[in-house]
Nanobody
Framework: QVPLVESGGGLVQAGASLRLSCAASGRTFSRMGWFRQAPGKEREFVIGISWSGASIYYGDPVKGRFTISIDNAKNTMYLQMNALKPEDTAVYYC????????????????WGQGTQVTVSS
């Protein structure tokens, strides 16, 4: 399997912005996206995108604050996170697969190692 490598996490104040990146080495997928998991909590779907960029899939807690995009030439996906809140604190995981776009995001095949996002009040 081709690794997915996340970067861009960090510690910020509430209201700040961060941009996460996910690089897929030498492979094209049908879709990519982001999950997050806070300590002691279940994983949560954040946002996803079809490879073409034509379809966006939003998790309700972040719609309107987070924006996803893909640079197809670089096989790199970006998550722009604005107006961050303490409840956004979690490990963020890049995910990808080649499944049909209607497939559940919770069945995605490939996971990155995660990057920590911490938002202080």
């Amino acid at each position: 399997q081709v690794p997915l490598v996340e970067s861009g996490g960090g510690l910020v104040q509430a209201g700040a912005s961060l941009r996460l990146s996910c690089a897929a080495s030498g492979r094209t997928f049908s879709r990519m996206g982001w999950f997050r998991q806070a300590p002691g909590k279940e994983r949560e779907f954040v946002i996803g995108i079809s490879w073409s960029g034509a379809s966006i899939y939003y998790g309700d807690p972040v719609k309107g604050r987070f924006t996803i995009s893909i640079d197809n030439a670089k096989n790199t996906m970006y998550l722009q996170m604005n107006a961050l809140k303490p409840e956004d604190t979690a490990v963020y995981y890049c995910v990808a697969d080649s499944a049909a776009l209607g497939s559940s995001w919770f069945r995605v095949d490939h996971w990155g190692q995660g990057t920590q996002v911490t938002v202080s009040s």
